[in-house]
């Protein structure tokens, strides 16, 4: 499976974006989804993860209560929705695929991503 990220942008301190996560000649249904982000000079990090039945699992205890998972499985597509976001969370954004039905507890990137989508907070 090959996903792709998108819906990145700049935006304000405090501000919000969609990103969307889909694939192309695969359905996802099967899949959990991880988003993960990378920020220039530091390691992968995960953020989210979506079981096959919409399970969250959180891997960021500073995107609780900001970031939120879900998947439409009507549209192949996973979407991680930022809220309130600050300049930390300047990274490229990735998602992943898993072939276990549940997201694990530690993270791990998974497979297919592709180059990801830049999110840049800044004023």
């Known amino acids: 499976v090959q996903l792709q990220a998108s819906g990145g942008g700049l935006v304000q301190p405090g501000g919000s974006l969609r990103l969307s996560c889909a694939a192309s000649g695969s359905t996802l249904n099967d899949y959990s989804i991880i988003w993960f982000r990378q920020a220039p000079g530091k390691e992968r990090e995960g953020v989210w993860c979506?079981?096959?039945?919409?399970?969250?699992?959180s891997y960021r205890y500073s995107a609780k209560g900001r970031f939120t998972i879900s998947r439409d499985n009507a549209k192949n597509t996973i979407y991680l929705q930022m809220n309130n976001l600050k300049p930390e969370d300047t990274a490229v954004y990735y998602c992943?695929?898993?072939?276990?039905?549940?997201?694990?507890?530690?993270?791990?990137?998974?497979?297919?991503w592709g180059q990801g989508t830049q999110v840049t907070v800044s004023s």
């Open positions: 992943g695929a898993s072939a276990r039905s549940q997201c694990t507890t530690y993270f791990t990137p998974g497979l297919g």
């Open positions: 979506i079981s096959t039945t919409g399970r969250a699992t």
